[in-house]
């Protein structure tokens, strides 16, 4: 599957953006879905993650509250609405999916296939 991350920028801190992740293959609908950030010079980490369906979500502490995950399977498509933002939400932002098995995952190596990554620059 290939996935393309779009609609980062540039934004106040206290400001919102929505991700976009576009994915290729006619079975996206029973993949598990996840998002996950880089800051620079910092480990790959874990944003959030849905199932299949879209009945269940996960989220890191760091995001709990400010962000939501949601997904149209109908247009390959998962978002990310981020809220809130903070200074310290700077990081390229990644979309990841795993082709098997339709659950929440939240490791790195639970996911087959990434996007290309799109960058948020948060200004305080």
């Known amino acids: 599957v290939q996935l393309q991350a779009s609609g980062g920028g540039l934004v106040q801190a206290g400001g919102s953006l929505r991700l976009s992740c576009a994915a290729s293959g006619r079975t996206f609908r029973t993949y598990g879905m996840g998002w996950f950030r880089q800051a620079p010079g910092q480990e790959r980490e874990f944003v959030a993650a849905i199932n299949w369906r879209g009945s269940s979500t996960y989220y890191a502490d760091s995001v709990k509250g400010r962000f939501d995950i949601s997904r149209d399977n109908a247009k390959n498509m998962v978002y990310l609405q981020m809220n809130s933002l903070k200074a310290e939400d700077t990081a390229v932002y990644y979309c990841?999916?795993?082709?098997?098995?339709?659950?929440?995952?939240?490791?790195?190596?639970?996911?087959?296939?990434w996007g290309q990554g799109t960058l948020v620059t948060v200004s305080s």
């Open positions: 990841a999916a795993r082709k098997r098995g339709g659950g929440i995952y939240q490791e790195i190596g639970d996911f087959d296939s």
